[in-house]
């Protein structure tokens, strides 16, 4: 609960600017703990990181990894496609 109240109030919990590896956020449509403004927030936050991809899951809920066949392939094919071939610059989506 007081993370939650931290995060509502805009506080960060932990900076991401240390972080130099590629990475790759996934939020899913329909989870209602992670707002479309707190994606932007942590990809603005690693200006560090090797490359930022965002991606929302239409309709998938914050159990995307155990949600419906086509909401979960879409994720594991996110995270398959960013394992492969990680991006070469910087680019937020």
């Known amino acids: 609960m007081a993370d939650s109240f931290e ?3 805009g506080r960060k919990l932990w900076d991401a600017g240390p972080i130099t ?3 790759l ?3 899913s449509g329909n989870d209602f703990w992670s707002r479309p ?3 932007t927030t942590l990809a603005q936050g ?3 990181a090797a490359s930022v991809r965002t ?3 239409p309709e998938a809920t ?3 990894h155990l949600d419906r066949q086509e909401r979960r392939s879409s994720f594991f094919a996110e995270v398959a496609r960013t394992l492969a071939q990680p991006a070469k610059t910087r680019a937020v989506h």
Request: glycine share 0%; proline share 0%.
């Open 25 to 27: 956020v996934i939020r």
């Open 62 to 64: 914050q159990y995307v």
């Open 37 to 39: 403004e707190d994606v």
């Open 21 to 23: 590896a590629h990475v």
């Open 55 to 57: 991606v929302t899951i």
């Open 46 to 48: 690693l200006w560090q």
């Open 7 to 9: 995060l509502a109030s």
